[in-house]
């Protein structure tokens, strides 16, 4: 993979860079992506920390619990709101949640699974061939 991974909100004032190889990209059936995302789930790839740097604007965090308990911060375009990632993950430390619609070129990632499987929604489509969990894999 051809690095850094480039993207950014959907007004162009916020930017980043991850300059790491995506450790795992999914599609996420939580709560709260179906009510950030308004739609069946998000997609997401997990990036090192320390990897992924904003480089224009600033994000707005918007703190939440997770199913864990434990807290994750949701950052956001201050402007147009488009999400573009999770930190502090409680229940993956040194992991960012890099939404991956926000990627210059989205097909850069290939989603290998489902996880959150249990909140989805009865309606959502989930390919039988493909591995699901119904929390957070491991
Ligand atoms: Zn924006
Ligand atoms: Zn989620």
């Not at 430390?93 to 699974?113: K, Y």
Request: charged share 15%; with cysteine; proline share 9%.
């Amino acid at each position: 993979m051809t690095l850094p991974l480039s993207g950014g909100c959907a007004c162009g004032q916020v930017r980043y860079e991850c300059s790491a190889e995506p450790l795992f990209t999914a599609h996420c059936h939580c709560r709260d992506c179906q009510k950030a995302g308004g739609g069946q789930m998000s997609t997401v790839s997990g990036v090192p920390s320390a990897a992924l740097r904003v480089v224009r604007g600033e994000t707005r965090s918007f703190h939440y619990a997770g199913s864990s308990g434990k807290g994750l911060e949701r950052h956001f375009c201050p402007t147009c709101g488009a999400r573009l990632f999770t930190d502090h993950v409680g229940a993956m430390p040194g992991v960012i949640f890099l939404s991956v619609g926000n990627l210059d070129e989205p097909a850069r990632v290939t989603p290998h699974m489902h996880i959150f499987t249990a909140s989805a929604q009865p309606w959502a489509s989930i390919p039988a061939d493909m591995p699901q969990f119904p929390g957070m894999p491991g």
